[in-house]
């Protein structure tokens, strides 16, 4: 198998495990990925629907408490499938510590296929051994790529899902320059 040309990386952010309730998406969000860098056009992100009274985990981290709201009227990602989609079935996909998304797509629809899969955080942790932390956020300040993600998603914020897709494709960019990207590295 050739290492892909195009990938989408995808990224939810989650309610967390709470005892009683199954940990679930408030957001998406996503890039494609090409030869060249994040396609031009390709981003998109919606908040998803959470109801007001479903408890979030403490250790949630994201904006979600001022958006309760919001949420509770929000879409769900099932109401979304039509759209989301075509950037997720039959195309490579990434993520940064992928068992996340790989979870949230397999309880969203158990019976698509998804991938193959390439996780940055396994990548990141082989190519760039030693580093004190391997948070998506640590490796783009340590690797210096923190204004080219900036570039990328204007006004973003760690821990919105477009923002950390936008900043895991440009690790993902920035590990396929180094060569570390190869076929064996789809699951």
Not at 16 to 31: A, K, R
Not at 86 to 113: F, I, W, Y
Request: aromatic residues 8%.
């Amino acid at each position: 198998m050739d290492v892909p040309r195009y990938v989408t990386v995808v990224d939810f952010e989650t309610t967390g495990s709470v005892p009683g309730f199954p940990n679930e998406p408030w957001q998406i969000g996503m890039v494609a990925l090409g030869p060249d860098g994040i396609v031009p056009g390709s981003a998109y992100s919606s908040l998803l629907r959470v109801a007001r009274d479903r408890p979030f985990s403490c250790s949630a981290p994201g904006r979600w408490a001022s958006l309760r709201g919001e949420l509770a009227g929000a879409p769900s990602l099932l109401d979304l499938w039509e759209e989301v989609s075509p950037r997720l079935s039959g195309v490579p996909l990434a993520a940064h510590n992928a068992a996340t998304e790989r979870t949230v797509l397999r309880s969203a629809a158990p019976m698509a296929r998804f991938g193959p899969w390439v996780d940055t955080l396994s990548l990141s942790r082989a190519a760039f051994p030693g580093l004190g932390s391997y948070s998506l956020s640590s490796l783009i300040d340590a690797l210096g790529l923190q204004a080219k993600v900036d570039a990328a998603a204007p006004g973003g914020a760690w821990h919105d899902a477009l923002y950390d897709a936008v900043a895991a494709a440009v690790l993902l960019d920035r590990l396929r320059s180094e060569r570390v990207l190869s076929a064996a590295s789809f699951f």
